[in-house]
């Protein structure tokens, strides 16, 4: 009945069905030509990733080619690349290992941000150091860079799991639980660190004392880096023109940016702060010979099975592909 629907329309309209249906991934069970469709990047609002909004205003991509999808939090993410509804990801490497597990075959193309101080937990007031949230309600985004950051949290504090209520809460809604009372503390991040900075709450950890262990990559299905060959090359160089005109002209790019972040273009600035944004020489370190990247993604999927985050390890051989990456200038 379906195909008999499809039959009937002009080839402009199958086009546009097959557009629309991309979003719930059955555009590949109806026949619908993939390699017509934009390559769809997915990302949550994070400063890192406003490379690419910044890009798509300044025009350094084809929008024909490549289409930004908005996303709440991170476990959207996470069901999108899982139901084929998206292409390319950013998100946090620790979130890329745990769908590799369930094997999700990702490759890392391009490392965003590495968190030097940018995730953090935070308190009421009251609560002067971690010992003292034993008893209290701590928010936690269900998706893996939580569960990293709470490991390291508890280890700090010399806790265990049990003596915190531990409140599961995407991102989203991490300020407003907070202003309403319903919790004493949230392993967070921009931009509702700063949210919750205006409303009296207090760092307590920060992902500077766990070193290089979270990182911002941006992934593809490998089944889509031919398909989309150009459009992942336009998108990679495009982020560093971005980067570049981010460090020249930061008042103009923060005009921009800010919309996305839900700020005022004045306080763009301070997101930015525990970020460490490499530069296309270092991606290639990252991503290149040296195995920068396998060593990272090993020694954080060791810490994640003695955390019981994972269950098994996942594949991590070939993760870096440097391919996209433009060239260095000799």
Request: proline share 5%; charged share 20%.
């Amino acid at each position: 009945m379906l195909t008999r629907l499809i039959a009937s329309y002009t080839s402009r309209a199958v086009k546009t069905l097959c557009g629309i249906l991309s979003i719930t991934g059955l555009s590949l069970l109806l026949g619908c030509n993939n390699t017509e469709t934009p390559l769809r990047v997915a990302f949550i609002p994070w400063p890192s990733s406003e490379t690419l909004h910044l890009a798509e205003n300044l025009n350094y991509f084809d929008a024909k080619s490549i289409r930004i999808v908005h996303m709440a939090n991170s476990n959207q993410i996470s069901m999108a690349l899982r139901n084929n509804s998206i292409h390319a990801a950013l998100f946090t490497l620790d979130e890329a290992l745990s769908l590799l597990q369930d094997g999700i075959d990702l490759q890392v193309i391009l490392i965003m941000d590495i968190s030097n101080g940018a995730d953090v937990v935070m308190a009421r007031p009251e609560i002067t150091d971690l010992k003292a949230l034993r008893g209290k309600r701590v928010a936690v985004d269900n998706a893996t860079i939580g569960a990293v950051m709470l490991d390291a949290m508890l280890n700090a504090a010399e806790l265990k799991v049990g003596d915190i209520q531990l409140l599961s809460k995407p991102i989203n809604e991490h300020s407003q639980a907070y202003l309403r009372g319903q919790i004493d503390a949230a392993i967070t991040y921009e931009p509702v660190r700063s949210e919750l900075l205006k409303h009296g709450a207090h760092i307590l950890f920060d992902s500077s004392q766990i070193p290089g262990r979270i990182i911002d990559v941006m992934v593809v299905r490998r089944n889509m880096l031919n398909r989309h060959d150009q459009a992942l090359k336009q998108l990679v160089a495009a982020h560093f023109r971005a980067l570049d005109y981010l460090a020249r002209h930061p008042q103009d790019a923060a005009q921009i940016i800010a919309p996305y972040l839900g700020i005022k273009p004045s306080e763009v600035a301070e997101q930015y702060q525990g970020l460490i944004m490499p530069n296309l020489a270092e991606n290639h370190r990252w991503l290149g010979a040296s195995a920068k990247l396998h060593d990272s993604a090993d020694s954080l999927a060791k810490l994640m099975l003695r955390a019981q985050i994972l269950q098994r390890s996942p594949p991590i051989a070939d993760l870096a592909q440097p391919r996209f990456l433009p060239a260095l200038s000799p």
